[in-house]
């Protein structure tokens, strides 16, 4: 496919197979919407988290779910959902379970 010659930016994102997007970029940046929202890191709003309690800590079978409780917690704190003493016993509780995990074990 040939280059298209534009008086306004391209979208430099290079697409799987090697090609450019060749949308228009928005403004200064040099990616178009789509592909500037993708490279843009969003943190969740904090309403949007699910409700993080102190007692419970949902079970960590497998590095995806320790990941999932790190960011629950983190959210928590930052949130004032949860004290920094809750949650230090939290991610107490999350390297324990990280140190007996199985290292092969897949779910």
Do not use: W
């Not at 890191?41 to 949902?58: G, K, M, N, R, W």
């Not at 959210?75 to 990280?98: F, K, P, S």
């Amino acid at each position: 496919m040939p280059k298209r010659i534009t008086p306004f930016p391209l979208c430099r994102h290079i697409k799987t197979d090697g090609r450019l997007c060749q949308s228009p970029a928005r403004g200064r940046s040099a990616f178009c919407y789509h592909h500037q929202r993708q490279r843009t890191p969003s943190l969740p709003a904090l309403d949007a988290v699910p409700t993080l309690s102190p007692h419970v800590l949902h079970p960590l079978r497998n590095a995806r779910s320790i990941q999932h409780a790190l960011s629950m917690i983190l959210l928590g704190v930052a949130g004032n959902r949860i004290t920094t003493a809750q949650a230090g016993r939290m991610l107490r509780a999350i390297e324990i379970a990280h140190k007996t995990m199985r290292p092969n074990r897949v779910e």
